[in-house]
């Protein structure tokens, strides 16, 4: 920072008119000339260590002030213009900096708009599923990232492609795994495609899980991996060479908007695709009924992670022969949902999975640890949540592990077919009937939730004013009336 140079024209130009004075009268104060003054001020000269003193001194200016303004406007200007509704609007960031520089008024005027409009589509957005869940479809819609518009088509359809199922089990009757099914994949790869499958140490493939490199064709995994994401991995990338047909047509059935939302929609396929590979429909589906959907006995019977156990659950929906209509949520530590799938569409009208009162969110206080709870949500509909931290790929000592955490839900009706449904406290039922559950209250989310007294309560629920009354102050930040 001390050999930085500080470029702040536009700042001492405010500096000068604010004063009332001219760029001779402010030169001779501070002793240089009124043309080297003007060279400053059109930041083709920078300010010196001694320039700033002299500001200091005599127009009283804090030197924070000289260098700390435009990168606070900057970063915040980059937050509008990363909007889908002006992506490529500019064709660089110097412009950003000009405006943070030379307007940074208008700057931090155009921030407040814009996040004045981020709240009002915000709300917009909740009114609109809050009608949706009532019955009552609206024309609502916003300017959306690609991997937005990927990740709500896959949350709103059924977890299950036929196509690409049949096509996993033709697929690994092929190759007719046995007990090496990492094997028999790289030796399809080398005798159909010449491709080699390679692990790398992290210091060489520091940035990627995969790479597959055409021109000596060999395929290079990560070693930082577990032994379940490598064969993921490597399952993944025969999928996407065997099966390139049918995923091409399960994409075109999604109508996607752009080449982006479709590429990566390519890999969303290609991981479900891996998936069925290494977890065949009919065989899986006759271990978790065996096992009553024990998530653990899976993953050890397969060879694969909790995760993928987890996820394979929700894809069983096979006409005919389907199986617990299982639906999941995963989350990273700080809140943000970035993965949903369900049997039948994640539920999100139904459930929600925006309340910071799920088990979901405690996990991380117990990692590896399975916590199961039954919920109920305001309108009365109950569900068996199973939640549990999941380790992402590990790094070298001195590297934070990524942590995330993963909720598997179904109806509560299904707790008698489910081994979770055991580890739920309550009483039997009265007259030798259906045991009864202590349920834990939660809601969608705390903008569409209603509950009063709510000590999780994060935001006030845009359908009710905001109670202010001075002489009662209730449980929550955010009573409302």
């Known amino acids: 920072m001390a050999n930085q140079k500080i470029f702040a024209g536009p700042r001492i130009r405010r500096i000068r008119t604010a004063k009332g004075l001219t760029q001779t009268a402010m030169a001779e104060g501070l002793g240089i000339s009124p043309s080297y003054l003007n060279l400053i001020e059109r930041n083709q000269r920078p300010l010196t260590v001694s320039l700033i003193l002299k500001l200091a001194s005599v127009y009283k200016v ?31 960031e110097q412009e950003l900096v000009d405006v943070a520089e030379a307007a940074p008024n208008a700057a931090a005027a155009l921030v407040k708009l814009y996040r004045a409009y981020r709240e009002q589509a915000d709300r917009m957005s909740d009114l609109s599923e809050m009608l949706a869940r009532e019955g009552r479809t609206t024309a609502i819609s916003a300017t959306r990232l690609p991997i937005d518009e990927v990740r709500e088509t896959f949350e709103r359809h059924a977890n299950h492609f036929a196509s690409l199922e049949e096509e996993a089990e033709s697929f690994h009757k092929l190759i007719g795994p046995g007990d090496d099914l990492s094997g028999a994949i790289r030796g399809w790869l080398k005798q159909e495609h010449g491709i080699v499958v390679r692990l790398l140490p992290v210091a060489t493939m520091p940035n990627w899980r995969r790479r597959y490199d055409r021109h000596s064709q060999r395929l290079f995994i990560s070693e930082r991996l577990s032994p379940a994401d490598q064969l993921r991995e490597i399952a993944m990338e025969a999928c996407l060479l065997r ?56 993953k050890s019977r397969f060879g694969v992670s909790f995760e993928q156990a987890a996820n394979r659950l929700t894809t069983l929906a096979r006409p005919g022969a389907s199986g617990v209509p299982f639906f999941m949520l995963e989350v990273d530590n700080a809140g943000n949902r970035f993965r949903k799938a369900g049997a039948l569409g994640f539920p999100q009208a139904r459930f929600g999975g925006g309340c910071p009162k799920l088990a979901v969110h405690a996990a991380f206080a117990q990692p590896g640890q399975v916590l199961v709870e039954a919920v109920e949500m305001p309108d009365g509909a109950e569900f068996l949540t199973v939640a549990r931290t999941l380790e992402g790929p590990q790094g070298a000592f001195a590297e934070r592990p990524r942590r995330t955490a993963l909720l598997l839900g179904c109806d509560l009706g299904f707790r008698e077919s489910v081994v979770y449904g055991d580890a739920l406290p309550g009483a039997p039922g009265k007259a030798g009937g259906a045991p009864t559950h202590a349920l834990t209250p939660v809601g969608p989310a705390c903008r569409l939730c209603e509950r009063a007294g709510c000590l999780a309560r994060a935001e006030p629920p845009v359908t009710r004013p905001l109670g202010l009354d001075e002489m009662v102050t209730g449980l929550s930040a955010f009573d409302f009336q």
Do not use: C, T, W
Request: net charge negative; no cysteine.
């Open 62 to 92: 804090d030197p924070d002030e000289l260098q700390g303004e435009a990168g606070l406007s900057l970063a915040a200007l980059r937050e509008v213009f990363s909007d889908p509704l002006l992506a490529g609007e500019l064709p660089g």
């Open 243 to 298: 099966m390139s047909v049918a995923i091409a047509a399960e994409i075109e059935i999604l109508k996607l908007s752009s080449n982006e939302a479709r590429r990566l929609a390519r890999f969303e396929l290609g991981r479900y695709a891996a998936h069925a590979l290494m977890m065949p429909y009919q065989a899986f589906l006759s271990a978790a009924e065996r096992a009553h959907y024990d998530v653990d006995v899976l």
